[in-house]
């Protein structure tokens, strides 16, 4: 491994590097679970089963 990352026109990326979400992201992801939750609410969608959102984690 050590030798792919000394070659200049090699990229190399570990398996569990993830990057970290941006603040814009954040929001987006937030305010699509809330007009998910409104909507769940108005009876107009169907609320996920607790077990498939825990197995979800």
Known sequence: MEL?????????????EEKEPTK????????????EMKLIRAGKLKAKPIQQLLDEL
């Open 4 to 16: 792919l990352r000394n070659l200049n026109f090699v990229n190399v990326q570990e398996s569990g």
């Open 24 to 35: 814009k992201e954040i929001l987006e992801d937030l305010a699509e679970s809330v007009q």
